[in-house]
């Protein structure tokens, strides 16, 4: 079964709030991140991760006239949340894939404290049957 996880962060002004944060912290936070990738790729558990730009850099396209991208700034400003980064996994049961998000979830953050951000955890669906 495959799950993706996406992390969360708050929305703020558009930019990343690691912005803000000591360099040791930021440092603390991707080594972090770093590690936690390699073990999942290590254990046969990671299909893929990326993290995001800031939503500041975000657009919404849209097929204007003729199909042409119509393109404009995004994310929606009313969004208290938005995607910062995700891993695709591959385990037998969802159990697993929550076991995952949760040690995602403790990232450090400033100070080192965990950021106990969260984490969406969603199936990732194969295609419906060719005869459906």
Known sequence: MKF??????????????VVNWRPEDLK??????????????????????????EPGQA???????????????????EAKEFLAGYWIVDVERPEQAYAIAARASAAPGPGGAPLNMPIEVREVMSAPPVDM
């Open 59 to 77: 657009r919404l396209v849209r097929a204007g006239k003729g199909g042409a991208p119509e393109v404009t700034d995004g994310p929606f400003p």
């Open 28 to 53: 603390a936070h991707i080594e972090f991140m770093k590690r936690f990738g390699k073990q999942l790729s290590e254990s046969g558990e990671l299909v893929g991760a990326e993290g995001l730009a």
């Open 4 to 17: 993706m996880l996406m992390m969360n962060a708050p929305r703020g002004n558009g930019d990343w709030g």
